[in-house]
């Protein structure tokens, strides 16, 4: 008997109507013959109020109690699951995360799972039949403090989850049926793949595809475990996959050299201008961002004239202000300007087969070069390249490189 973990989205679970369907995706998964844990997201739109709810009473809050708000949201949603479930006849438990337990670091509001202690579940599974619904998303420390996994963190729950339980698979639900070559809102003829490669997809989740955490991505990656992203609100035809599944490279037979076209307008642009062409600059203005705990993206430095020289990079828009401030009290940088422009977007293509084809990125360069986009900024992989762009071409630039790369196919035969 299979194993699977399955998930649902925040969309998935957004009112009682939903989650009764979900409970149904649930009990079909059973009648399949499958073993089944739930792993469900707060209710949407419910993470962003208790967000609001903590910002109102301090913007500076407490990270520990900010931690004990939001993971509030999936605590509601596990017992209505399992409420929902218990309903159609199936046993059903619902667990938080201290009581797996989920054992995670003490970063609050992003930490990472360090270990799962499946052994209780599993006993259930195998000994009454019961459905474990966990709620997504939270964990507890080894202070006994319940910390949040970060945005989007409970695809990462699940895949750990899966992970500890030994599963077959981790389905993720949600409200789009796949992973697609683009934006379908922006591309309109972009199209479902039916397999994605992780590294792939773990490139274009950091390169702002929203379809699954970035982190969710790397667990899976690195404990083997075979992800589906696939649609809540479709009844499944035919395939045996009716979604994306993420999986090893190997297990990919038609492969494309650029699989998919990603975009992020999450980041800005950091310039410093003239600043000496000397060794230790470098250092200067990383360290202490790095020491900020500000992840830096893309960095060019210009070959100098008369001994100075630019050097531009990106951080993430939401980081931005504290970045401009650890930049303005560094004594290495006193007197240097300091740009920043948050009109920017970040363009990548990623595909596997860059490893061994040659001529990529001068196509991504043509194809903005005709349409007269200006690059600012390129940073490359091994199997993704990525520019900064204006922010006002990037509906222009994602189509242009859809169709330069001939990702274009008739969605609906997807
Ligand atoms: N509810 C959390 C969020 O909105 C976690 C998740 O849904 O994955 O970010
Ligand atoms: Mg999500």
Redesign the pocket.
């Known amino acids: 008997m299979a194993r699977i973990v399955v998930?649902f989205?925040?969309t998935s679970v957004a009112g009682i109507p939903q989650i009764e369907n979900a409970a149904a995706k649930v009990a079909a998964e059973i009648a399949r013959g499958h073993q089944v844990a739930v792993v469900v997201?707060?209710m949407?739109g419910?993470?962003?109020q208790l967000i609001e709810y903590c910002r109102e009473i301090s913007p500076l809050h407490d990270a520990r109690e900010y931690d004990a708000v939001?993971a509030s949201?999936?605590n509601v949603t596990s017992g209505l699951m399992a409420l929902a479930l218990q309903k159609r006849g199936i046993q059903a438990r619902s667990w938080q995360g201290w009581q797996i337990p989920i054992l995670c670091s003490d970063v609050h509001g992003k930490a990472r799972i360090l270990e799962i202690d499946g052994t209780e579940i599993a006993r259930r599974m195998d000994n009454d039949n019961e459905v474990a619904v966990i709620a997504?998303?939270q964990g507890v420390t080894s202070r006994q403090r319940v910390t949040?996994?970060?945005?989007?963190?409970?695809?990462?729950?699940a895949v750990a989850l899966a992970a500890a339980l030994q599963a077959e698979r981790c389905d993720i639900y949600t409200d789009v049926n796949g992973v697609y070559t683009a934006d379908p809102r922006i591309v309109q003829h972009a199209r479902k793949l039916k397999k994605i490669s992780y590294e792939e997809m773990y490139e274009l989740a950091s390169s702002g595809s929203k379809v699954l955490?970035t982190r969710s991505v790397e667990m899976a990656m690195k404990m083997n475990v075979p992800v589906q992203v696939l649609s809540t609100f479709e009844e499944p035809i035919g395939s045996d996959y009716p979604g994306t599944l993420v999986t090893r490279d190997e297990d990919i037979v038609e492969q494309e050299v650029v699989n998919g076209v990603a975009h992020s307008k999450d980041e800005a642009k950091v310039t410093l201008v003239k600043v000496p062409d000397i060794p230790g600059i470098a250092a200067g203005v990383f360290g202490p961002l790095a020491e900020a705990n500000i992840n830096v993206d893309m960095i060019v430095q210009n070959v100098s004239q008369d001994g100075k020289t630019d050097m531009t990079f990106t951080v993430s828009k939401a980081e931005l202000q504290r970045a401009m401030q650890v930049l303005k009290n560094e004594p290495r940088l006193a007197g240097i300007e300091i740009r920043f422009d948050e009109d920017v977007a970040k363009i990548s293509v990623v595909g596997i087969g860059m490893k061994s084809h040659a001529g990529v990125a001068q196509t991504m360069f043509t194809a903005l070069a005709e349409r007269g986009i200006n690059i600012q900024v390129i940073s490359t992989s091994e199997i993704k390249i990525s520019v900064l762009i204006a922010a006002e071409y990037t509906e222009l630039a994602v189509r242009a490189l859809h169709a330069a790369y001939g990702l274009e196919g008739d969605r609906k035969l997807a």
Do not use: H, I, P
Not at 148 to 157: A, E, I, N, P
């Open positions: 998930k989205g925040g997201s707060a949407s419910v993470t962003n939001v949201g999936e997504g998303f949040t996994l970060g945005r989007g963190g409970s695809d990462t729950t955490m």
